[in-house]
C-alpha cells in the first residue's frame, strides 16, 4: 500500500508512513478518511479515472480494517501455541525465560513463581553460593557470567561453577526454540507426538538469580560470579567481600534478599550444596538477620582490602553473637521488599486468623460453592482492569494461600466505593458467587460478584506490593 501511494499519487515516504500507521490505527483516529482527498485527488491528476482512483482506496479502505488485526492475529496464534507447549512440556525452563524477561507480561514474578510450584517445579532462593546473574536451571552448569545454562561436563555432578561450553553443546533456550512445531494439518491433538527427549523428565529446580534482588549493581553480581568460577566456593562472607571487591551496600542488600545465608551459619554452610537432593541442616544455615549484623562488621575500606580484611576487633568478640531468627512475617515482607516475591508462606497464610474473624473463604473453598451463595473473599490484589467495552464495569483479581478469585465489581459499586476498589492493596470483598457451567457441567467460569468492598492492607503492616492496574 505504501508503494501505491507513492508511485500512483506522489506520496512521499513520511505520507506513505503516516497512511501505514492510519491503517494500523484501525478506525482509531478518523482511520483513513483525512488521507481519502489527498491519495484520489493525486490520482484523477495523474490521469487515473476517478471510479478507479475511488475503487483503489476502497480496497486499501478493506484492507485496514482486517488486514493489522488479522496479521496479528495469526502471529499471536503461533506465540499462544508455542508458549503454551512449552510451558506444559518444560515448565522449568519457562518460568526460568520469563523471569529473565521481566518486566513484561500481564502476571507479575510471584504469580509466575506461584503458578510454577504448583505445576510441580521446585524454586530454589537467591544464595551467592550457587545464584546466577539471571534465574536458571539447577543441574546446569553457568559460565562465569552466570546467565548462559549449559548442561554440566561428564563427571562434574552437581559443581554449579562449570565453565560455560557453548562451543560444544547448544543452550537450553536453543534446544527449546529449535524443537519442531507442528503446522498445518499437524495442529491438534497431533502436536503431542512431537519426538522430545526431554518431554518426559522431571522438572529441574529453578534457582533465582541474583537480578532479582532490587538495587544490586550488575557489575557486583558479575564480580562474585567471576570470584566463584575462577577461584571456586566462597569460605565465609570475608572471603566473599575481599574476592569481589563488595562495598558496603552490596553487601546490605544482599543481606537483605537473604542471600548470603549460606555464609553465616557455620563452617559447614559454605560447602553444604543447597538442592532438592541434598539440603543443608537449619543449624548449618544462617539468616537475614545474622547476615546484617555480619555485614555490619565488615570493613571493606581498600586499606582493609590490603590486609587480609581483618575486622575491627571492637566490634566482633571471639565468640560471635548469636541472633534469633526472623519471624515468618518479617522473612515474608523482607522477601517482598528485596524481591517482590517470598518462597515462604503467603501473606493471607500469616493473616488467616485475622480474616476468620470476617469470616472469609478461602479461593479453594469457594471453588466449590454453587450459582448464587453469598459468599466473602479476600486477598492481595494482582490485577484490575476496566475495558473499554466493559462501560464502567472494573474486574479485579484476588490472589490467597490457596489459589485466585475473579472479582466483578458493577459500575455502580465502583462508583460508590471507588477508594477500596482503586486504593486497596489486601482486598476484601463480599457478594454474591456466579457460576456458569458448559453442556457438560465440566468446565467453570466462576466469578463473585461484588456488593462490598473493604480494605484491609493495614493488616498487611508495611508489605510492599504493586498491582497491574488499567493495562
Known amino acids: 500500500v505504501m508503494q501505491l501511494?507513492?508511485?500512483?499519487?506522489?506520496?512521499?515516504?513520511?505520507?506513505?508512513?503516516?497512511l501505514r500507521r492510519a491503517m494500523a490505527a484501525w478506525k482509531r483516529k478518523g482511520g483513513l478518511g483525512p488521507f481519502h482527498e489527498r491519495l484520489v485527488g493525486r490520482m484523477v491528476e495523474k490521469g487515473y479515472e476517478r471510479d478507479y482512483?475511488?475503487?483503489?482506496?476502497?480496497?486499501?479502505?478493506?484492507?485496514?480494517?482486517?488486514?493489522?488485526?488479522?496479521?496479528?492475529?495469526?502471529?499471536?496464534?503461533?506465540?499462544?501455541?508455542?508458549?503454551?507447549?512449552?510451558?506444559?512440556?518444560?515448565?522449568?525452563?519457562?518460568?526460568?525465560?520469563?523471569?529473565?524477561?521481566?518486566?513484561?507480561?500481564?502476571?507479575?514474578?510471584?504469580?509466575?513463581?506461584?503458578?510454577?510450584?504448583?505445576?510441580?517445579?521446585?524454586?530454589?532462593?537467591?544464595?551467592?553460593?550457587?545464584?546466577?546473574?539471571?534465574?536458571g536451571l539447577e543441574g546446569f552448569g553457568l559460565?562465569?557470567?552466570?546467565?548462559?545454562?549449559?548442561?554440566?561436563?561428564?563427571?562434574?555432578?552437581?559443581n554449579r561453577n562449570a565453565v560455560c561450553r557453548r562451543a560444544q553443546t547448544p543452550l537450553l533456550s536453543e534446544y527449546v526454540y529449535s524443537l519442531p512445531l507442528p503446522v498445518g494439518e499437524d495442529w491438534g491433538e497431533g502436536a503431542v507426538s512431537i519426538d522430545d527427549p526431554l518431554a518426559d523428565i522431571t522438572p529441574l529446580p529453578v534457582h533465582l538469580g541474583l537480578n532479582r534482588i532490587s538495587g544490586l549493581p550488575q557489575a557486583a553480581a558479575e564480580r562474585i560470579?567471576?570470584?566463584?568460577?575462577?577461584?571456586?566456593?566462597?569460605?565465609?562472607?570475608?572471603?566473599?567481600?575481599?574476592?569481589a571487591a563488595l562495598n558496603a551496600r552490596d553487601l546490605k542488600l544482599l543481606a537483605d534478599a537473604d542471600a548470603l545465608r549460606g555464609l553465616v551459619g557455620g563452617s559447614a554452610a559454605a560447602s553444604t550444596p543447597l538442592s532438592s537432593a541434598s539440603s543443608p541442616s537449619p543449624s548449618t544455615i544462617g539468616h537475614r538477620h545474622q547476615a546484617a549484623w555480619a555485614v555490619a562488621a565488615i570493613d571493606t575500606r581498600p586499606t582493609a582490602l590490603l590486609h587480609d580484611m581483618r575486622t575491627d576487633e571492637a566490634a566482633v568478640d571471639a565468640h560471635p553473637l548469636t541472633l534469633a531468627a526472623p519471624s515468618a512475617a518479617e522473612d515474608m515482607r523482607a522477601d517482598y521488599r528485596s524481591l517482590g516475591l517470598t518462597l515462604n508462606r503467603h501473606p493471607l497464610a500469616l493473616l488467616r486468623p485475622q480474616l476468620d474473624a470476617f469470616r472469609i473463604q478461602t479461593a479453594a473453598v469457594l471453588r466449590s460453592y454453587p450459582d448464587g451463595r453469598i459468599a466473602r473473599a479476600s486477598g492481595l490484589v494482582t490485577h484490575r482492569q476496566r475495558p473499554g467495552t466493559a462501560k464502567g464495569t472494573v474486574?479485579?483479581?484476588?490472589?490467597?494461600?490457596?489459589?485466585?478469585?475473579?472479582?466483578?465489581?458493577?459500575?455502580?459499586v465502583a462508583k460508590a466505593q471507588r477508594q477500596p476498589l482503586l486504593a486497596?492493596?489486601?482486598?476484601?470483598?463480599?457478594?454474591?458467587?456466579?457460576?456458569?457451567?458448559?453442556a457438560n457441567g465440566e468446565h467453570a467460569v466462576m466469578h463473585l460478584l461484588a456488593t462490598r468492598l473493604i480494605d484491609h492492607t493495614a493488616l498487611l503492616h508495611g508489605l510492599v506490593m504493586r498491582s497491574r492496574d488499567f493495562r
Request: charged letters at 20%; one cysteine or more.
Open 395 to 412: 474486574f479485579v483479581t484476588l490472589e490467597d494461600d490457596t489459589g485466585t478469585v475473579n472479582v466483578i465489581v458493577w459500575p455502580a
Open 143 to 158: 559460565c562465569h557470567c552466570g546467565s548462559h545454562p549449559s548442561p554440566l561436563p561428564e563427571g562434574e555432578g552437581a
Open 5 to 18: 501511494a507513492v508511485l500512483a499519487a506522489d506520496f512521499t515516504p513520511g505520507e506513505a508512513d503516516s
Open 225 to 243: 560470579l567471576q570470584a566463584r568460577a575462577s577461584q571456586g566456593a566462597f569460605r565465609d562472607l570475608e572471603d566473599l567481600t575481599r574476592r
Open 53 to 135: 482512483a475511488e475503487s483503489i482506496f476502497k480496497q486499501i479502505q478493506g484492507f485496514g480494517e482486517y488486514g493489522f488485526p488479522e496479521s496479528h492475529a495469526a502471529s499471536f496464534a503461533l506465540l499462544v501455541y508455542a508458549s503454551s507447549w512449552v510451558k506444559c512440556r518444560h515448565p522449568d525452563a519457562f518460568l526460568a525465560a520469563l523471569l529473565n524477561s521481566q518486566p513484561m507480561g500481564f502476571y507479575a514474578p510471584a504469580q509466575l513463581v506461584r503458578d510454577a510450584r504448583e505445576h510441580g517445579v521446585e524454586v530454589l532462593p537467591v544464595d551467592v553460593r550457587f545464584s546466577g546473574w539471571d534465574s
Open 424 to 438: 486497596a492493596t489486601l482486598l476484601t470483598v463480599y457478594g454474591q458467587w456466579q457460576r456458569n457451567t458448559d
